[in-house]
């Protein structure tokens, strides 16, 4: 028996191959299948199912383009309902690979049909749990994301969250192996630890959520603290229930070269958004005017799901060359398909045929040092809540980056304010939608918070952000 897991860091997600007498099982695949057909194809083995542990919101699956190409078919958990050809398996049914056993445990409460499957080996021992987005390290699953108005609340998942956990994961043997579907980093929860494998006797001893005294106290404890989901996540959702274009299609799209007159037209025609990918210590530089940038080299996929929201935006995308291939793909993990192709050359074309461009005022830290008066200019700083409240520049204003659609409106465009996040990924992210909306009263500071920390710029005390999360 074979087990691997295969973590993508971009989007905090694990995919798993099982291999056993010539079998395999993916549960969870991204949405590029390649290399879980060459790992099968390397290894002489056939892949005989896909399974689901739940309808995911945080990215789009491979689930059918792996099905189309090698026929094996998809499982899910009871309750699921596909507008495709599925298996929707019953609670404890088992599942022959190879010489192993894969059984379905239907765990409710992240969502409806949320699956946890326990890997037997060949001796029918139980060996691990693949527990989806039910049972992470540190944490368990957000139980917002599946309610609905007026039918089942937040409180009614997390109510059935803690009956799946109490009578199907908690019972079992303490040596099971963890696999969950993500850690640290990922939107789907608030405590997620930076490992991506444990024992499940060391989750009963330290996971908070396993450690409640009751059932009223695990749903108050699951439910305080949530920030509200990304904007995409139910169009992921969807696709993922539904169906979607074919990866190759979209990476075929994707990849076709357009010169810079050709972008301009396109960008125009389609109402684009041309969308540059390139590192924000040559963005602020020199830009294609209205661009937004969000770097590749960072939570690129999270970002643009977070920012731009609209899966069906076209969008037009400007890459250092040979990075194009990464970009597209990247992007369809989060389900934005419409990707209408790249400026050829990289930005270096634009500027070799003289075409308009745009920079964004930045400083370094210890300019601004030098030219902020406490009390007088305006600093805003767009990290999260728990790093501004660990530390921050002496009366900054929080608005993170993520709620940028909303606190944008309320920006005074006569007032001249500083700008800055952790280390400038952010803050060009933020720069760059501003200008596109016709803001320039600000200086975006280089290197962040990182550096202004090594200035003489008055700050607060700091404090711990463990000690600032509720657990």
Known sequence: MKVEQIYTGCLAQGAYYIESAGEVAIIDPLREVGPYITRAEKAGAKIK?????????????????????TGAPIVYGPTATTEFDSIVAVDGQEFKLGN?????????????????????????????IFSGDTLFLGDVGRPDLAQKAGQITAEDLAGMLYESLMKKILPLADDI???????????CGKN????TIDTLGNQKKTNYALNQPDKASFIKEVTDGLLPPPAYFPLNAALNKKGYESFDEVLNHGLKPLSPSELEDLAEARNALVLDTRANTEFYKSFIPQSINIGLNGDFAPWVGSLIADVKQ????????????????????????????????GFESWLAEGKETDSVNRIDAEEFSKRIRIGESKVIDVRKETEYSAEHVQEAFNKPLTYINDWIKDINPKEHFYLHCAGGYRSMMAASILQARGYRNFTEIAGGFGAIAKTSVPKTDFVCQSKLLKV
């Open 100 to 128: 192993v056993t894969i059984k379905v445990l239907h765990t409710p409460g992240h969502t409806l049909e949320s699956t946890v499957y326990l890997l037997k080996n060949e001796e029918g021992k139980d060996y691990a």
């Open 192 to 195: 997620m630890m930076k490992e």
């Open 177 to 187: 192996i963890v696999y969950p579907a993500h850690g640290a980093g990922s939107a």
């Open 49 to 69: 199912y896909i399974f689901e542990t739940h309808f995911h919101a945080d990215f789009v699956s491979g689930h059918l383009d792996l099905s189309r190409k």
């Open 314 to 345: 076209p969008i037009i995308l400007v890459t250092d060359p040979g990075k194009e291939e990464d970009a597209v793909t990247r992007l369809s993990r989060v389900g934005f398909d419409n990707i209408l192709g790249h400026l050829k050359g």
